[in-house]
């Protein structure tokens, strides 16, 4: 398949069936009670998580997340959702994502909303022909910061993270501003 999803491992879910499919996730599958959808820690700056058997130290800004300027955002924490969706991916043969990872495949992945932790970009970029993760100008200072912390500069090549490596064959890998609030003021 050349680095393609087969979306036929999906279910379709249709307008008449979303509300019963949505109740179903809710009741069958929700995770435990000790894995809520929250923030991994909201009471410490700096964590470190262990996710696909790699360890991540990440820092979140706890003042901006509760700062009550235009400026704060969700995304300055770290979510546990990220670290079980990274981990799924790489480490579930069940995953329909999986085995294009796992063959490191040409994959082309744009990531919205990554959030300061970086999981996803720092585990998976590295895996794929060419990752962009995206968010708002005031959550990239940090994102960046997080990724460079935990992925070796020689293991990518980038035009807006400072690497190591200008190899082609190494993965692609770029941090940039979309704001999906206000599209069109966006910078070119």
Known sequence: MNGLIDVGLFDQITDDIIYEHVYDLYTNHKPRDDQHLGYINKSK?????????NDLTIKQSLTSLSSNTQASSTGFVCWQTSSFLVDWILTDPKCPFYKSFAEKQDLSILEMGAGVSGVAVSLLGP???NYVASDQKHILKLLKENFSNNVPTNKFSSETISSDNSNKTHPKIDIIEYDWEHPMQAVP
Not at 48 to 53: K, M, P
């Open 45 to 53: 700056t700096t964590i470190n998580i262990s996710c696909a058997d």
């Open 127 to 129: 895996r794929v022909k």
